[in-house]
């Protein structure tokens, strides 16, 4: 099982970017796909961007879609975030996870999830 540690979040102002990283170790970087979660305090955690292994195909959710993009380096087994124009509703602890199908966007099928990095974005 591949294990994951995300960096990168931080307190920002409305209209600021931030840019998570997440780093794989102990599994087929590659074959994996790789989301982004987030979660808030009392809520479910949510969906917000996939990349399939190659990093040839993606997917943002439709709240983040022309906000934030997401992307891989597999030489460094590396994913990242890229968040801009950032408003205080994406204020969450955002969580990197693992599948081993691909472009998914349901929690439930991804087997190794990191412990979160917190964002904070100010009104």
């Known amino acids: 099982q591949v294990q994951l540690v995300e960096s990168g979040g931080g307190l920002v102002q409305t209209g600021g970017s931030l840019r998570l990283s997440c780093v794989a170790s102990g599994g087929a970087f590659s074959s994996y796909g790789l989301g982004w979660f987030r979660q808030t305090p009392g809520k479910e955690r949510v969906f917000v961007a996939v990349?399939?292994?190659?990093?040839?195909?993606?997917y943002v959710a439709e709240s983040v879609m022309g906000r934030f993009s997401i992307s891989r380096n597999n030489a460094n087994n590396t994913v990242y975030l890229q968040m801009n124009s950032l408003k205080p509703e994406d204020t969450a602890v955002y969580y990197c996870a693992a599948n081993a199908y691909g472009i998914r966007t349901s929690r439930l099928q991804y087997n190794s999830w990191g412990q979160g990095t917190q964002v904070a974005v100010s009104s």
């Open positions: 990349i399939s292994g190659s990093g040839s195909s993606t």
